[in-house]
């Protein structure tokens, strides 16, 4: 008798590589991006990631505390760079405290994780980032969505939960449609329930507001009832993430949020490079201006709405005209996101095209021209 067990995840994984490919959305290993191609797929808004002084910055802190935290905040994991970072946090965004985490992704995780759980409720926009959905499921609570961007909807949902302690989470800007959240018609309607709102600012700093985040534009920094989490890899050109509260927030995530507590410190480069990058953004409002101007630019060659942040989508009639339409692009040298299926909440495949500070106006201008008329060719050709 054969004693070696017959192996079923060879089959189970052959079948869904096939079914991917079926329905175009099988993804490949990341490209490897080059200094020669015009980058407009990238998070780096700003172009903070490569600006000397966010690098120079970087280099000093792992020359001065080594390449990683080497353990837990809670341990010995905190480093000066790190309240250095949250100190340029609150002073960007005007509010009262800041907690500094590995990733954004960790920032959601735990917030969410820390605030729900058994007697509460979650309420996710339809369109929020999927460290939003996982956060919510992990957290063990009961969660739903509501219609994107819909306050009247939140505000019939919230009407029914009366006496449950109830999280409603929300993106300022939404990285898929590149729409802006009503947040004071939100905020308003939260309060009026006794529910909390929780804001991702992951797409807003650093471009919406002056810089300093669409909260912050709508006069509702440090207000009560609302806490805020960002990311510190798209306009920061770094990485990490944070969570902007009041004092009494911050100390309930140190003790309750396991994605702090049980995660190793973030890496002291990228605390410090963060923390010039909050500095610069702060100190210079013309480089969220220089961002809308170049967003404005694609969206006019490109035929589509404009987008509040830096983020454009360009429609595409299928996943697979999608893919070859970035491919093709790829090949003259320009280089942009592709949006598809699971990943976009309304099941539409879009090309994502990044509006960035660093580039010179003609070249965006150049390159979204160019991406146009490569939509159009591949999408007539494909007889949508």
């Known amino acids: 008798m054969n004693s070696t067990p017959r192996n079923h995840w060879d089959a189970w994984l052959a079948e869904r590589a096939l079914l991917r490919a079926e329905r175009g959305l099988q993804r490949t290993d990341p490209i490897v991006r080059t200094d020669t191609a015009i980058d407009l797929a990238s998070n780096d808004y700003l172009g903070l990631s490569r600006d000397p002084r966010v690098i120079a910055a970087a280099v000093a802190a792992t020359e001065r505390f080594g390449a990683g ?26 509010w009262p405290a800041a907690l500094a985490f590995s990733t954004g992704y960790a920032a959601n995780l735990g917030v969410v994780s820390a605030l729900a759980g058994r007697g509460s409720h979650i309420l ?40 449950v302690r109830v999280l409603v989470a929300v993106e300022s800007i939404y990285s898929v449609l590149g729409d802006a959240a009503h947040i004071d018609e939100l905020y308003a309607v939260c309060r009026a329930h006794g529910a909390l709102l929780l804001v991702d600012e992951a797409h807003g700093i650093g471009v919406a507001g002056h810089g300093r985040g669409l909260v912050h534009s709508g006069g509702l920094a440090g207000a009560p009832d609302l806490v805020v989490t960002a990311t510190l890899s798209k306009s920061l050109g770094a990485q990490g993430g944070a969570v902007l509260s009041g004092l009494s927030m911050r100390d309930h995530l140190v003790n309750a949020a396991r994605s702090f507590i049980f995660d190793t410190g973030l890496a002291p480069g990228a605390a410090a490079a963060a923390t010039v990058a909050a500095r610069l953004v702060g100190a210079d409002p013309g480089l969220a201006r220089a961002v809308h101007r170049r967003a404005a630019a694609i969206s006019e060659r490109c035929d589509i709405q404009r987008a509040a942040g830096a983020v454009q989508s360009l429609p595409m ?50 390159a979204a021209a160019r991406i146009a008329a490569a939509a159009g060719k591949l999408a007539a050709v494909s007889g949508r």
């Open 124 to 163: 996710l926009d339809a369109h929020v980032h999927a460290s939003l959905h996982d956060a919510a499921r992990m957290s063990r609570a009961p969660y739903e969505t509501f219609a994107h961007n819909d306050v009247t909807a939140l505000d019939a949902r919230l009407r029914t939960l009366g006496g």
């Open 69 to 94: 935290a080497a353990a837990s905040r809670l341990v010995t994991g905190t480093l000066p760079v790190h309240h250095d970072l949250e100190h340029a946090l609150c002073d960007l965004t005007e």
């Open 317 to 366: 009639p299928d996943p697979l005209t999608a893919v070859t339409t970035r491919d093709a692009l790829r090949a003259e040298g320009i280089l942009v996101g592709c949006f598809r299926p699971p990943s976009v909440p309304d099941g539409v495949s879009r090309l994502r095209i990044t509006a960035r500070a660093d580039l010179a106006l003609p070249v965006v201008e150049s």
